[in-house]
């Protein structure tokens, strides 16, 4: 017996094939959803572990921050120590000088001469005193020139002829002077010989 198929087979069969189709739209509908999620979760994932690297990148900025602030403090404070301790070799190595041009000084000053007035400016040294001649006052210039290490550049300011009248005796023609000498630097200036036995 001969069987016939009088059921729409055609019209099955396509049926058939739209529900593969929509179960394979279905499912990789439902792949790409899981995959974008896979993907989406990775990102953020990958975005906190950076955040997570620039907060601590950032903490240990901040903390190089303060380690350079406080270097820049300790610095500073080197400075004014290095500054301080070169004003205090300065004024050691010129606390002998006054002694050392006053000695000098006492040196250049012929018999018969004295000195009624000094006054220090910076590095110059201003004399006024009274020599019995011209020449004494001509005298103590040149050897001033002539090389002491501790007063130089002798200029004579002024020269002028006067009385004295010393008490009981008869007056006496005298010469008021005043120059100016230029102090070396203590550096230039040997040590006075006490100093060293001192020390």
Do not use: C
């Not at 300790?74 to 004003?87: K, N, S, T, Y």
């Amino acid at each position: 017996m001969v069987l016939i198929n009088l059921l729409p087979h055609r019209e099955a069969a396509r049926q058939a094939r739209r529900q593969q189709l929509r179960a394979m739209l279905l499912l990789s509908l439902l792949s790409g959803l899981v995959l974008a999620l896979l993907q989406g979760w990775y990102l953020q994932q990958q975005v906190e572990r950076q955040q997570a690297r620039n907060g601590y990148l950032q903490s240990e900025i901040a903390l190089l921050d303060a380690q350079i602030k406080t270097v820049a403090g300790l610095e500073g404070e080197i400075a004014f120590l290095r500054a301080h301790l070169q004003a205090m070799e300065a004024l050691q190595t010129e606390r002998n000088f006054p002694v050392y041009w006053l000695a000098e000084l006492a040196r250049q000053v012929p018999e018969g001469m004295y000195l009624s007035q000094l006054r220090q400016q910076g590095r110059s040294l201003e004399i006024k005193g009274v020599a019995q001649s011209g020449e004494q006052v001509s005298d103590m210039l040149r050897h001033m020139a002539a090389g002491t290490t501790g007063l130089a550049q002798p200029e004579l300011q002024e020269m002028v002829a006067g009385v004295l009248l010393p008490s009981a005796k008869e007056p006496r023609k005298v010469v008021n002077f005043q120059l100016r000498v230029q102090l070396g630097r203590a550096a230039e200036v040997p040590e006075p010989a006490g100093s060293e036995a001192g020390a």
